[in-house]
């Protein structure tokens, strides 16, 4: 298969007319490329005879041998319809509590059964000598992490929030982010649309207002902090009470933090409703990366978008710069003026609809159906269906949480803040280090950490 | 045509009307939601699902989504290999403080 270099392996699969890359383990369904930065399981697959490889992170190579990590058959249509009714007749929590016990039938399942699924097949053993050596000699601490120690301000994510703390912290710092760049999920994104190339922004002012913010807080942190920056870095777990595990490409990184910034940004939400796993369906964050790091091809695709906010009307815009058809569907109230921009561009646009179901229609196209919201006028049976090559939908994203949890900070489910969040902006840990919360992660809309300063209040 | 199902939980494959049938078999904790359905449990540990769980659960025990709190994220956020894990020097998670369930 030939496709272009300087990708990922999940986006020349896609522009092959792949999108298809796992079956989920219990139903069978399809899966693909869905957060594109590495957090979920839909883009697993085996490589080069490695399992459970995220394919959405792997650049290409030459020669690479990609395979998904089950038998194909197995997952045949008949088979499919099968497990989906006949799941029905088995407990929730059936699949991997069952066939434990006696020996010989736990042997046929593990040996058998499972491997049918494609789940739990080991690396081929002739690729072991390639995984990472063991250390030599005694001595098990020689490799392969290498020690940061101890680090007086410790932020992760480089977007605005984490940029205006680079700037105000003293001491020895460290800024990581998973970007190769600082700025954030946006910033390639804004720059290209606020770029020489780019569109008459006259229309849609926040999104000019959010480069001008952030294009000089990136330069200003270049010039004074760029040497601070680890790019291409992602913080993988917190020990308590301040260790941190970073991963730099495929080199570990143990740190201590006097005071952590934890800046990481929210992940996409896609909504509870019937078909929300089908491929093709994926947030804004995961659509910047696909745009603006992976070079993804969009030219004269249809591509829905759903939702309101900052990130729909970025995700319009640079899609309609990209060469792509638009068709929105505007859920929530306000940005009237953009709204307006949109109809006087010719793009498609409908309002008063909420999303009710998507089905996947063929292989690489999808459909949505979508009934009137609770307040829009109309008979309440009434559907429209769209069809369009992938959707996009912009919700408010959920803060990022995982590291400061294992650290030991509180996190409570605070729905308007978009999910679990922390209750205080900063909080002091038992060893007498910190953790202070700031942008996305700490709950803010992108739209303040684009336009206001960030100490306004959450809304 | 099978009518798709709403997925609360991608990883471990667990629908939105799984979780309520469990919420009906009587498990009315996180924690043991988490263990009998596989919400959570799965390779990005609940970044997909927990807020989504939480409310839902909320919901059907009438509850504020405030009052459901978090299950354990098990480290690390990405997989490596049993070498890289062994070498690692970081501390008993046995000395660790018990998180709250």
Redesign the interface.
Known sequence: MECRADTTVAVALWENGIRHLSH????G?H?GL??AR?????C?MRVDGIP?V?TCELPIQDGMKIEKQDAGAFYAPPMQ?ML?IGGRLF???FY?KWFTKPVPVSRLFLDTIRPLTGVGRLPEKTHLPE?????EGDD??????T?LGRIDTLIIGAGPAGLEQALEASGQLLVVDDHAQPGGQRYLTLKELNGPDGPNLDRFPVLAAAWRKLDPLVQRFQAERGTDFRGGA???????PS?I?L?DQNT?L?ATFGRLVWSAGA?DTLG???????PGLIGPRALYRLLTRDGMDVQNKRVLLVGSGLDLWLSAAVLAHRGAVVSLVVTGSGWQSEVSAAVDLGWQLTTGLQLA???PLGHNRIEAVFTPGRTSPGPADSQLRLQADFAVICQRG?P????P??L?AD?????AR???TSPEPEVEL?GGSTIAFHGEAAGLLPVDMATLSPTSEIP | MIRPKTFLCRCEDVTLDEFRQAFREGFSEMESLKRYTGVGTGFCQGKGCLSEAACELAELRDLGPDQIRLTNIRPPAESMTFGQLAALDIPDPAEQPEVES
Do not use: W
């Not at chain 1, 590495?38 to 839909?42: D, I, K, R, V, Y």
């Open positions: 989920s383990h219990k139903y369904n899966r869905t957060c590495g957090h979920c399981t839909a697993l459970n995220r319809k989906s407990p929730v929590g991997y995984l990472p050596a063991a250390p098990p601490g020689t490799a392969p992490a020690d992602k913080a993988i777990a917190g020990y308590a260790g595990l991963k570990l143990t992940l509870l409703f019937p078909g929300n796993d089908t179901e998507v089905k959920k990022t949480y995982d590291i949890y294992q030991g996190m409570v489910n605070q729905p978009g999910g679990f038992s």
